[in-house]
């Protein structure tokens, strides 16, 4: 059983930092490209960043310049550090992967998974 879970999240104030942190965990072949998201009440989960296995990463025109994602394939995470926060940055930030397993035919399968979500709030 694969999981994802995110821990870092909290409350800071504009102008401030905060980091996220995604481990990936349970019986698996192999992590893929990873990404970041956020959901603030009332809208669509918009994609934050991508990273790649080989670590490229691309960003939202919303937080490019201020997020910064990476990732370490030994610990089977990725983070997320979020600076110069606004408070429209209030959101729950979820964790997201394409990550194989091995399926019940033994046969490699990719799948997406999510995390649980972490809540962020910047205030003014």
């Known amino acids: 059983q694969v999981r994802l879970v995110e821990s870092g999240g909290g409350s800071a104030q504009a102008g401030g930092s905060l980091s996220l942190t995604c481990v990936v965990s349970g019986s698996f072949v192999n992590i893929g490209h990873m990404f970041w998201y956020r959901q603030a009440p009332g809208m669509e989960r918009e994609l934050l960043s991508t990273?790649?296995?080989?670590?490229?990463?691309s960003y939202s025109g919303s937080v490019k310049g201020r997020f910064f994602v990476s990732r370490d394939n030994a610990k089977k995470s990725v983070y997320l550090r979020m600076n110069s926060l606004k408070p429209e940055d209030t959101a729950v930030y979820y964790c997201n992967a394409d990550i194989t397993v091995m399926d019940q035919w033994s046969r490699p399968s990719e799948d997406n998974y999510w995390g649980q979500g972490t809540q962020v709030i910047v205030s003014s």
């Open positions: 990273i790649t296995r080989g670590g490229s990463t």
